[in-house]
């Protein structure tokens, strides 16, 4: 079995979006299965038109710089030409018998036009709506006509796609609402590849030095500064948090659109020595600040986005046995169990933050417990090796169906 995967962008570019597709491409090589790899025009990384990175070989789409690229809405057009006509070259060469396209849906409708001409099933795998992204980063409003045609698109694509895969089960409750047969699609959750995660948890105490965590009870977040992780909230709770325990100190190791607001925020309220910001930090060093945190904290705010997605961080803090303190959104609830494997407040209230943080805090003796049943959890239920066996019962049918023709 090969399939050619068809990707936004990929590694050597860092993002949850990167360290998933790197994950799937890398077990479904440990099960036997050959894979292909494509990029469109939004990896935006200079590089050849082929290129090797961590031992996967991935085709690239060159922008053609034409009028199209400098226009809006047409510029996503552009995503699509490019793309469907990359295939047109690579497809060829690589004689793929399934291409799984993955979001956002430009890919999937150039995987479409591809898969109509070249004559192979289509899996179109979606991580999360384009549409409710893009009101959070504030380029649409939700309801607006971009909003609208949006998810026209996908869900043209979604219907035209000879089987649909997604990452949670509040995202297939969704696609399935919007008309498509429930058995079309299939949830292969995200994990966590066990064998990169220590529990050592030996804490690098020069670095904690550096950083005046020292002796601290420390509230920690690893990850990019979007506006729907909710890390104002999380500032905001701090006042309540002190009074009661006054040596906690947050660290927040990242960046993002919403650091300038979250530093103000720090200023505003008078915690430049409570909260340490250490920006983006390299990859092969992350594991040494998970380290410093005793409990992780996820203030993700209400909103569809949110509601309906299941993130990755908290998974990977519970893979390493941490404390994990999230806000009770529809993606955490999918994946913490309140008082089993970790800790929910309420969203959007700092209070609720403050009141829940406390408590953990104080209850250091069920400390071991929730590390352990959260470690127990992500091996049991969210390994990747068991998530991508869901692969199985989705491509065979189609190939099978397709050698018929």
């Known amino acids: 079995m090969k399939i050619l995967h068809i990707l936004d962008h990929s590694i050597p ?19 036997g299965w050959e894979t292909a790899h494509i990029t469109g025009i939004k990896h935006i990384a200079k590089c050849p038109d082929e290129e090797e990175v961590d031992g996967l070989h991935f085709y690239r789409t060159q922008s053609n710089d034409g009028l199209f690229s ?39 409708l150039a995987a479409l036009r591809a898969g ?27 309801g607006g006509l971009r909003y609208r045609l949006t998810r026209a698109l996908e ?27 429930e058995s079309k699609v299939t949830v292969i959750p995200n994990a966590v590849d066990i064998e990169r995660f220590s529990t050592s948890q030996q804490r690098d105490e020069a670095l904690a030095a550096k950083l005046g965590l020292q002796g601290k009870s420390v509230l920690g977040f690893i990850g990019s500064f979007y506006a729907y992780e909710g890390l104002s909230l999380l500032v905001k709770s701090l006042p309540a948090i002190l009074a ?113 943080a406390l408590t953990m805090l104080k209850e250091r003796d069920a400390w071991p417990g929730l590390k352990q049943r959260g470690r127990n959890f992500v091996e049991q239920e969210r390994n990747w090796p068991a998530s991508i066996a869901r692969y199985q019962d989705v491509y065979a049918p189609l190939i099978s169906a397709s050698e018929k023709e």
Not at 22 to 30: T, V
Not at 72 to 85: C, D, H, K, S
Not at 162 to 172: Q, R, S, Y
């Open 116 to 142: 109509k001409k070249h004559g192979l099933p289509v899996v179109y795998e979606c991580r999360a709506f384009w549409e409710d992204a893009a009101v959070d980063h504030g380029t649409s409003s939700e």
């Open 155 to 181: 869900t043209k694509v979604f219907r035209e796609a000879n089987a649909v895969t997604t990452i949670c089960e509040g995202l297939k409750g969704d696609i399935v609402k919007r008309g498509i047969p």
């Open 244 to 356: 009661e325990s006054p040596d906690v100190r947050l660290l927040l190791v990242g960046g993002g659109p919403q650091e300038p607001e979250v530093k103000a925020l720090v200023e505003q309220l008078g915690l430049s020595d409570i909260v340490c910001f250490t920006g983006r930090v390299p990859h092969d060093e992350v594991g040494k600040y998970y380290d410093l945190v005793d409990i992780f904290v996820y203030p993700r705010e209400h909103m569809r986005l949110t509601d309906l997605v299941t993130p990755l961080k908290p998974l990977e803090a519970m893979a390493q046995e941490r404390l994990v303190l999230a806000s009770d959104v529809g993606g955490h609830k999918e994946l913490i169990r309140d008082g089993e494997n970790g800790r929910l407040f309420n969203a959007g209230s700092s209070e609720a933050l403050a009141e829940a």
């Open 13 to 31: 570019l860092h993002s949850g979006y990167t360290f998933r597709s790197r994950a799937i491409l890398e077990n479904q090589r440990a099960r």
């Open 70 to 108: 400098k226009l809006p809405v047409l510029n996503q057009f552009e995503v699509v030409t490019t793309l469907e006509r990359r295939l047109d070259q690579v497809i060829p060469m690589v004689k793929p018998d399934i291409l799984h396209a993955h979001s956002p849906c430009l890919n999937g």
